[in-house]
């Protein structure tokens, strides 16, 4: 098939190459120039493992190319996907704008058997109100389908490749069954297809995203809770995750979920909800919980020095909003950063990838460390907020001549409490 793919970021460049591996022949389009022209040398502007092997495998066999120009390919398309950003407007909705935008560029461009396919994440009742713009602008119906995207950054080829199902929204089964037959490669292993109303798949997505956002609050509440009174989360999580009821994912304490997707998807589902008169109790909590846990660290570093926070220095490892990734979009880090600035703290930062992300916001003010152990040397403490593997198991001893006290807040629980107070280390992790 000829699929262009509208927006290249890290949905939209993932899904163009393994498309493009799997034998179709991809366009990526994207307004930036500049990451296009950075993608034509064969530079790939997102960390995302294994993505610059296959980008680089598939440009060279013919199958994958960039351009800023929809009018050269969109004409040819069988699928033009669109996979724009849909981020947080101020009222909290998402800002549809791109996504408004790139409908009225390919309208006067697409072909009578095009399929237009939206991929990025959308308000439900955004497929069909699109649908109704291109027949406006085009005097005929356009087949629109919904088809979330669920691909996790930091293991997106192959959560994109061996996805544990497809969900399109359909208003047409033959749609469907052409988008059936595009994704019939990496559905080998009979995980499923699933074709469903267009509502229905805008709703899946957020509903999926809320849920687990929901669990990530939850055990967060419960582990502030197990300490204070003095229960470990760690043992509690193992004594409710062997319920198979209940399972084990998603249930890690931290501080808090960050990124590009669960905050923003998040208030885009409230937003929906109030705008039917419902008021969602449970999605306000989990995002109420979730900017508190935000803080979580930063209380108990100014509790623990008493409030004496100027001039102190202290290590942060990590910063991206996940491992895997150096996407630092609503990132823990950065309001943990940002408090600590506040009090007058002074920062050394290390992240294996997301390091130049950071320094765009921060500039001079943080001490960048490219090796882990550097950001050490003469801090009051180390705080992790990014369970990078890498970090999981370190030289304890050289940390422990490097650091200026031996202090460790552990936002990822990353060591064993007993193990860390034996090797001389004052340890406070989230829970335990
Ligand atoms: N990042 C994820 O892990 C993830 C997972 C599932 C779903 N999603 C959803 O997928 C969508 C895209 O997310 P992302 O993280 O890839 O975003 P992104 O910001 O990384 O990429 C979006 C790209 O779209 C381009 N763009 C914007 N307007 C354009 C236009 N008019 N024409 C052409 N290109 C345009 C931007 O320049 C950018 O390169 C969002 O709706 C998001 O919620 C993201």
Same mark, same amino acid.
């Given at each position: 098939m000829h699929i262009v793919m509208v927006g290249t970021g890290y949905v939209g460049l993932v899904t163009g190459t393994c498309l493009a591996d799997s034998g179709n022949d991809v366009t990526c389009v994207d307004i930036d120039a500049g990451k296009i022209e950075r993608l034509r040398r064969?530079?790939?502007?997102?960390?995302?493992?294994?993505?610059?092997?296959?980008?680089?495998?598939?440009?060279?066999?013919?199958?994958?190319?960039?351009?800023?120009?929809?009018?050269?390919?969109? $004409?040819?398309?069988? /699928?033009?996907?669109?996979?724009?950003?849909?981020?947080?407007?101020? !009222?909290?909705a998402a800002d549809l704008s791109g996504l408004w935008k790139v409908a009225d560029t390919i309208a006067p461009l697409l072909s009578t058997k095009t399929i237009v396919v939206i991929k990025s994440t959308?308000?439900?009742?955004?497929?069909?109100?699109?649908?109704?713009?291109?027949?406006?602008?085009?005097?005929?119906?356009?087949?629109?389908? !919904?088809?979330?995207?669920?691909?996790?950054?930091?293991?997106?080829?192959?959560?994109?490749?061996? $996805?544990?199902?497809?969900?399109?929204?359909?208003?047409?089964?033959?749609?469907?069954?052409?988008?059936?037959?595009?994704?019939?490669?990496?559905?080998?292993?009979?995980?499923?297809?699933?074709?469903?109303?267009?509502?229905?798949?805008?709703?899946?997505?957020?509903?999926?995203?809320?849920?687990?956002?929901?669990?990530? !609050?939850?055990?967060?509440?419960?582990?502030?809770? /197990?300490?204070?009174?003095?229960?470990?989360?760690?043992?509690?999580?193992?004594?409710?995750?062997?319920?198979?009821?209940?399972?084990?994912?998603?249930?890690?304490?931290?501080?808090?979920?960050?990124?590009? /997707?669960? $905050?923003?998807?998040?208030?885009?589902?409230?937003?929906?909800?109030?705008?039917?008169?419902?008021?969602?109790?449970i999605l306000n909590a989990v995002d109420n919980v979730n900017n508190a846990q935000k803080h979580v660290l930063f209380h108990k570093v100014r509790q623990h020095f008493r409030g004496e926070l100027t001039g102190r220095t202290f290590a942060i490892w990590g910063l991206a909003f996940k491992p895997r990734t150096d996407d630092i979009r609503e990132a823990p880090a950065l309001t943990l950063i940002e408090s600590l600035l506040n009090a007058g703290a002074k920062l050394h930062v290390h992240d294996p990838i997301a390091m130049d992300n950071v320094r765009q916001i921060h500039r001079d003010k943080l001490k960048y460390c490219a090796k882990m152990y550097d950001a050490l040397e003469g801090a009051d403490a180390l705080l992790i907020v990014t369970e990078w593997s890498e970090f999981r198991n370190p030289n304890f001893e050289l940390m422990r001549q490097l650091l200026r006290q031996p202090v460790i807040f552990d936002g990822r629980n990353l060591w064993e409490p007993t193990l860390m107070r034996q090797l001389g280390f004052e340890y406070s992790g989230i829970g335990l």
């Open positions: 064969g530079e790939i502007p997102i960390y995302e493992p294994g993505l610059t092997e296959l980008v680089t495998h598939n440009v060279r066999a013919g199958r994958l190319q960039f351009t800023t120009d929809p009018a050269t390919v969109v $004409p040819q398309a069988d /699928c033009v996907f669109i996979a724009v950003g849909t981020p947080q407007s101020d !009222s909290g959308v308000p439900v009742g955004t497929n069909r109100a699109v649908a109704k713009r291109l027949k406006e602008l085009t005097g005929r119906q356009v087949d629109v389908a !919904s088809n979330p995207e669920f691909l996790k950054e930091g293991c997106a080829i192959d959560d994109f490749t061996k $996805p544990d199902r497809v969900v399109v929204g359909v208003e047409r089964p033959e749609v469907a069954d052409v988008l059936h037959d595009l994704y019939r490669p990496f559905l080998r292993t009979e995980h499923p297809f699933l074709a469903m109303g267009l509502e229905s798949a805008e709703m899946t997505k957020y509903v999926a995203n809320c849920l687990l956002a929901t669990k990530i !609050s939850f055990i967060n509440e419960m582990a502030n809770l /197990c300490e204070r009174v003095g229960a470990n989360i760690n043992e509690v999580r193992r004594g409710i995750g062997h319920d198979q009821r209940i399972g084990f994912s998603f249930l890690f304490p931290g501080v808090g979920y960050g990124g590009s /997707c669960f $905050p923003k998807d998040i208030r885009a589902l409230i937003h929906v909800a109030e705008q039917h008169q419902l008021e969602p109790q």
